[in-house]
């Protein structure tokens, strides 16, 4: 079974979900916020219409650079509702993987839940194309040409337009930009499986961490990989594990698994080093290792 969906954002202003939902849809997903200070006007009309109408509904908050908590902040505020599942729209400008997590977490510590994750193709590319196994819920764009009914256009269950990437299989395809629906040009999506299913993706597991808990991950996301993941200035840029890298290289050798030490030391690390100093000044009990 095949269910048919929309993205839409304030550029589809005026749109009649009912009208949507009679032609056949099953769900929309709408644009919520962007960055830490953008709202869509739009969104609280389109959310209690989209209820109204029967749809399975999501919000969508586009990830920019901005300070991750400010950004949750700014979703959270005007979602009107945590019950609403979260989709993070995350391609041009929105960063690194880093801050795809910091952002998700941040969401999370917040009180919402991020179910989604529109992460395009090209720019999973762009950003190094970066592990995406645990992402939730991977939405893909693949688009076929021309325009018309969503269901005249979508390419198929079995089309190539699924294909995997990062580890991830996409669980809903955007397959167009340029579907006629209710009068209005929209993006169209398709999603394998019942509105059962759709509904369980969304909906948040048993398992899901408490808000204090997930504020507490947050903190220990930060002091490991420092504000937005892109390490901490004082440590040089550096996250806390590759300063301890940095560390560890330099008192045992530019192999640290090895301990093999440094040419300019005689191959000695740095504790060893200071042995054969305090053997050199015949201090009781020390001796050394190169001798």
């Given at each position: 079974?095949?269910?048919?969906?929309?993205?839409?954002?304030?550029?589809?202003?005026?749109?009649?979900l009912?009208?949507?939902?009679?032609?056949?849809?099953?769900?929309?997903?709408?644009?919520?916020?962007?960055?830490?200070?953008?709202?869509?006007?739009?969104w609280p009309g389109f959310r209690d219409a989209a209820r109204a109408a029967g749809l399975i509904l999501a919000g969508y908050h586009y990830v920019t650079g901005d300070d991750p908590a400010a950004q949750a902040n700014n979703l959270v505020s005007h979602l009107g509702d945590?019950?609403?599942?979260?989709?993070?729209?995350?391609?041009?400008?929105?960063?690194?993987?880093?801050?795809?997590?910091?952002?998700?977490?941040?969401?999370t510590a917040a009180g919402g839940h991020v179910a989604l994750s529109y992460i395009p193709h090209w720019y999973w590319q762009q950003i190094g194309s970066p592990d995406l196994s645990a992402v939730p819920g991977?939405?893909?764009s693949d688009?076929?040409?021309?325009?018309?009914?969503a269901s005249d256009l979508y390419p198929g269950d079995q089309s190539g337009n699924w294909f995997a990437y990062g580890g991830a299989t996409p669980v809903v395809l955007q397959f167009t930009d340029a579907a006629q629906v209710a009068g209005q040009t929209v993006d169209a999506d398709a999603f394998r499986g019942t509105?059962?299913?759709l509904q369980q993706l969304l909906t948040p597991s048993g398992d899901d961490v408490t808000p204090a808990q997930a504020q507490?991950?947050?903190?220990?996301?930060?002091?490991?990989?420092?504000?937005?993941?892109?390490?901490?200035?004082?440590?040089?840029?550096?996250?806390?594990?590759?300063?301890?890298?940095?560390?560890?290289?330099?008192?045992?050798?530019?192999?640290?698994a090895a301990f093999a030490g440094w040419p300019q030391t005689g191959?000695?690390?740095?504790?060893?080093?200071?042995a054969a100093i305090a053997a050199a000044l015949k201090v009781p009990g020390t001796f050394d290792t190169k001798a």
């Open positions: 079974m095949t269910l048919y969906g929309i993205d839409i954002s304030s550029y589809q202003a005026g749109l009649n009912a009208e949507v939902k009679a032609e056949g849809f099953d769900f929309v997903f709408v644009k919520v916020s962007e960055g830490s200070g953008y709202v869509n006007p739009t945590t019950s609403i599942p979260v989709m993070l729209d995350f391609e041009a400008n929105s960063g690194d993987i880093a801050n795809f997590w910091a952002v998700l977490n941040a969401i991977l939405v893909a688009y076929v040409s021309g325009t018309g009914y509105a059962a299913q507490q991950l947050q903190d220990i996301w930060v002091q490991l990989l420092g504000p937005n993941g892109r390490g901490w200035p004082q440590l040089g840029n550096r996250t806390l594990v590759d300063a301890l890298a940095v560390v560890l290289t330099q008192l045992t050798g530019q192999d640290p191959g000695r690390t740095d504790t060893d080093l200071i």
